[in-house]
């Protein structure tokens, strides 16, 4: 038994990782069916911006961690957020706006382009911007004191305080993102714009607007999660989005593209699935190797069977 | 108020308004009638910016429109109620409401306007926390034309109102907007349904194709017989 909740904390706190890249899926594409498969990159790129971050602040090593947690980690978060929302809102207006009335395929096939770009522009030209290391190869997460490496027990059910910043974190957003949806002007804006975007030109809403405050919904937090990513694994790389990217997408379309409740359900139901099928499927079918393979399966399953998702895919509704 | 000259609007390439002119006058109710196809809402929606121009232009109150962004032409003052009335229907009464006034700062005003339309159509005040999507076919009419009047309009326009109406419910609504004008709004009413729209308004123009075929006062046009024979069922 003890296994079991070892495995749906790991689970959890896998899923609230997705959860959060799953977000900036699900938004942007409410608002303009586009599916942006850059956005894995946009994740990536937040979590060098808070490593850029550190190493601006003088890559501090010894501190309490109070500190740490209270100074140092939202410093890398506003950080991150900064590189992120900055390189979404570049793309959106660069590369998706111009092609805003073409064909469907046009933008799809844009968005992988961007996301090549962005991963290859990290790998050459990270180490040439002054102080920052060279980004060929993984680079260290900065140590945040407090978090990185620190777990509590339960028994025999070890937490990493990264899990516990890590699910807290998507928990935040996830009221954040109530409120912004329901409760602000922007939200109940973007809200009809889902819905019928020329009635929500006649209403006086400026849709570029809307649409560039999805794309940085999304991107800040992306950001978190490329934090959670970095304080969770110990190092950050390049190619840090493509799966991550594809397994929030995943996420996003398991809960019902669209839907914010149903990106956050659908990234840690993903998450569960494939902490629990490593632990649980006997022989080599259940070995590390095989959970992307059950994650992608679990996809499949849910197109064929439920092609709207867990919870309905619609256009962004009350979150 | 508002000045229509030589506009051409297209999909595409297909030119669905050919060169149309007409105007409205402050206080007036102006209609425009035709069949489907015809050009009527294709013009609306230049008006609201909606489509660009090929060529020609529209003038509101001495200042041109075109180039001017949709959200900014109702800051303006030139609000519209779409055909098939567009409501945004899984949202609340109250939220459709409010988002009419979007573009509007003075929250004490939008209250105010909110209180009135209530007290317009009460059905929408007792119910205003329900679906949209969950109205009759007439309420919704209403709740469409109470969500462009929360912008405060200059100038409403009105895309077939009366469409998929009764006979009852299509008197109501062509009532309300009598009221409406008697209140100081103009309005620019499209219709299919003539007689109804031609007993209010001061003036009217007929569309066929993409272009003006004539027009002339409300009254004069409901007596003519080319429209009693297109649109009246006259023979």
Sequence with gaps: MDLFWQQLINGLSLGALYALIAVGYTVVYGIVQLINFAHGEIFMVGAFGAFATWVVMGSPKEMSWQMAVFGLLPAMIVGGMIVSVSMALLTERLAYRPLRDAPRLAPLITAIGISVFLQEFVRLFFGDIPGMPDAKRAIPFPTVIGITGQSLHFGNVTVQISAIFTIGALAACTIFLWFYVN??????????????????????????????????????????????HGLRYGNIDFRMGFLAGLKAFTAAVLGGIGNINGAVVGGLVLGVVESMATTFIPGQFGSPAWKDVWAFVLLILVLVFRPQGLLGAKVVDRA | MLEVKDMVVAYGRVNAVKGISFSVEKGQIVTLLGTNGAGK???????????????GSITFEGEPLDGVPAHKIVERGIAQSPEGRRLFRKMSVEDNLKLGAFSRKDTAGVKTDLANIYELFPVLGERRHEAAGLFSGGEQQMLAIGRAMMSRPKLLMLDEPSMGLSPIMTQTIMRTILKLQSEGVTILLVEQNASAALSLADRGYVLEVGQIMFSDTGKALLGDDRVRKAYLGAD
């Design chain 2, 41 to 55: 809402s294709t013009t609306l929606r230049a008006i609201s910016g909606l489509l660009k121009l090929v060529s």
């Design chain 1, 183 to 228: 409760r602000t002007k922007t939200g109940r804006a973007m809200v009809a714009t889902s819905q019928d975007p020329d009635t929500a030109r006649l209403m006086g809403i400026n849709v570029d607007r809307v649409i560039m405050s999805a794309f940085a919904v999304g991107a800040a937090l992306a950001a978190i999660a490329g934090v959670a």
